[in-house]
């Protein structure tokens, strides 16, 4: 597992770029979620736990872990992406390894392979505790699709 | 693709008991999803289709899209289980087809195989329109393993 | 699950080409696979269980299993495509719900929705008794991409 | 990714055990697959590119790259069980990331996360050349069960 504490910024242009896409996203927003990195290649998402996100047993849903990992791996492509270009998911498969718990959830997005097309992407998510431990509560991957946008 | 209008209701007891976890479910209420049905193995959620669950370009989101996919095919699993038993998800696959518009979404979940520790389900998310037309926008497969609560 | 007895045949020029590529696939000759039905969308391959392809325990092997389920979607998608075009696998995801065993494999590859760029299929694999009796073996979904293939 | 370079060798009983349930399968001889490490919770197997193991293209197919890298995976969680216990597939998503080629495979199964019942594991596919170059040809992710073994 890559260090989570590595912090290489993109460039100014593409960090305005993906956060005016994630301000444009409802979900995000009504979940509670932010961006916590915007790296060349790699995204991280914050999400606070709080009643309403979460499951049956009082853990975040699978469904909001799953939310903010998707994103972070699609905004993760997107850095790599032209400017004139927008990014859908295909598909991801998901693994909840333990109950998503603790303070907040940040998820981690890596692109690990960027095609002309096609863009896969590594996708993890911690539960991170009061205190700052870290324990992986989601492993994933997925794949990404650029779909060039022509001018008016 | 099952008829997606077969409707056998499942026994009063475990609709209770579906009924009953899901609305311990704080994200479902927050997202504005709601049981549509609730069958032998097989469950349907709906989500109307609302600003709060949008992605950039005003869909519903991969991880809306998802959520409601992952609790249907959770519910459908339950259905199956003794009452005295939880219901967890190990991992699932979900490939976006289509953008996700529409008046709602409607998710189902059908157990394609179910055992004694594990339960694989298939998922389907359809897009209605306000005149009824569906379209399919997102097909998966899920893992769930069963969880026996030890009396107090 | 659609009914497997199900037999349109595809068109003979279609037939062909698929039969031509299937008799290029090195694996497939020397597992011992043969294509059982070419249809518009549907394909079928045939895997005899010999000890050729067993795992530790005397069943068939989960990477035997998935190289036909691979395979038959693979083809499934490229009886869609134009004469000048070749099918790659981008991704795939499969369950294995039972002991892949009996007299042969069946694998059924089926689109569930073909785009320009991406053709999604369902894979099943039936484990079939020297009596016919079919049972579910293995169940997945996989992602594909038309390239297509310019003139010299 | 990890370096695949890193070798910890795994106890020799643990060892014994994996190369003697390797050789029961006869799917891996046929293909002409080899154990080349074996670690705690990390297993690596060598597959020599043969026109026996290619599809249509020349390249390796999908089906054999997937074959190496579930019985990779497998093993490295066998790596960690109980002497009395056998493993079996649950589930795994793998991505074709570039065409297989080279010299030879190499399958890299890792544990991610190691449970009473349910083991993960991350899946890595390397086209190395004659001189040694490596090129991450394939990417997964596999769950898998833990079965005991009762004394007869």
Redesign the interface.
């Known amino acids: 597992m890559e260090d989570p504490t590595r912090r290489e910024e993109a460039d100014p242009e593409v960090r305005k770029r993906v956060q005016d896409?994630?301000d444009?996203?409802?979900?995000?927003?009504?979940?509670g979620a932010r961006l916590s990195h915007i790296g060349p290649g790699r995204v991280h998402i914050v999400l606070p736990a709080?009643?309403?996100?979460?499951?049956?047993?009082g853990y975040v849903?699978?469904?909001?872990t799953?939310?903010?990992a998707?994103?972070a791996g699609g905004y993760a492509a997107y850095t790599l992406f032209p400017a004139d270009s927008?990014v859908?998911?295909?598909?991801?498969?998901?693994?909840?390894?333990?109950p998503a718990s603790g303070d907040h959830l940040e998820a981690v997005g890596t692109v690990?392979?960027s095609g002309r097309?096609?863009t896969?992407c590594?996708l993890e998510v911690f539960g991170v505790a009061a205190d700052g431990t870290r324990r992986?509560v989601a492993?994933?991957?997925q794949?990404l699709?650029r779909v060039d946008v022509k001018a008016p």
Not at 50 to 57: A, I, Y
Not at 61 to 64: P, Q
């Open positions: 896409s994630f444009r996203q409802g979900l995000m927003a009504h979940l709080r009643p309403e996100v979460t499951q049956q047993h849903h699978a469904g909001a799953s939310a903010i998707d994103s927008e859908l998911t295909v598909e991801y498969k998901i693994n909840l390894l333990a690990l392979k097309t096609l896969v590594g992986l492993n994933g991957q794949t699709i």
